[in-house]
T-cell receptor, first 114, second 114 residues
């Protein structure tokens, strides 16, 4: 199994630009999670999906952030417009819904907004 | 509410000496506890997990952790550190009252000196 796949691995953009991060979960997993990691705040859960449906987006910082999961094998996290304070590493993780606490993480996308 | 406190943000050991990374948790229910490791520029990898079976849990790469309910602790140990153990380690708690969602500690950076 290839594990959780994220793209791009690195993204550098200018303030105000739209950023789209992509995630392919492990085949068969039906829960998907987006996390953000920063030095100041550590690892924070942004949103998670069960069976492609968003369940809890209370961690999404503001309306500039949106996430979708159009099918079981693909999810996106979009930031529009991006700001320098969005600079962080964004992780995607997946799990079985029946064992949601055992999550498998992707390698992350390192985002730098100038 | 659940929470995790990692008592040391940085730990430095010499190669071949024991490793101790400390973790205390707070949970309103019988928790599940995890240790994840993150190598530089990599995603998080599950080291081990405790889910109410044996209190001494063995993980990968020679690591183990002991669940002590009376002390609300879940410290991570390894008898002999290897250079490849240098990484950041996260203690994580989840419980049913929080929907089995993961709460991460702030992380401990382990440095291994030759």
């Amino acid at each position: 199994d290839a594990g959780v796949i994220q793209s791009p691995r690195h993204e550098v953009t200018e303030m105000g630009q739209e950023v789209t991060l992509r995630c392919k979960p492990i085949s068969g997993h039906n829960s998907l999670f987006w996390y953000r990691q920063t030095m100041m705040r550590g690892l924070e859960l942004l949103i998670y999906f069960n069976n492609n449906v968003p369940i809890d987006d209370s961690g999404m910082p503001e309306d500039r952030f949106s996430a979708k999961m159009p099918n079981a094998s693909f999810s996106t996290l979009k930031i529009q417009p991006s700001e320098p304070r969005d600079s962080a590493v964004y992780f995607c993780a997946s799990s079985f819904r029946s064992n949601r606490e055992t999550q498998y993480f992707g390698p992350g996308t390192r985002l730098l907004v100038l | 509410a659940q929470s995790v406190t990692q008592l040391d943000s940085h730990v430095s050991v010499s190669e071949g000496t024991p490793v101790l990374l400390r973790c205390n948790y707070s949970s309103s229910y019988s928790p599940s506890l995890f240790w994840y490791v993150q190598h530089p520029n990599k995603g998080l990898q599950l080291l081990l997990k405790y889910t109410s079976a044996a209190t001494l849990v063995k993980g990968i790469n020679g690591f183990e952790a002991e669940f002590k309910k009376s002390e609300t602790s879940f410290h991570l140990t390894k008898p002999s550190a290897h250079m490849s153990d240098a990484a950041e380690y996260f203690c994580v708690v989840s419980d049913r009252n929080a929907g089995n969602m993961l709460t991460f500690g702030g992380g401990t950076r382990l440095m291994v000196k030759p």
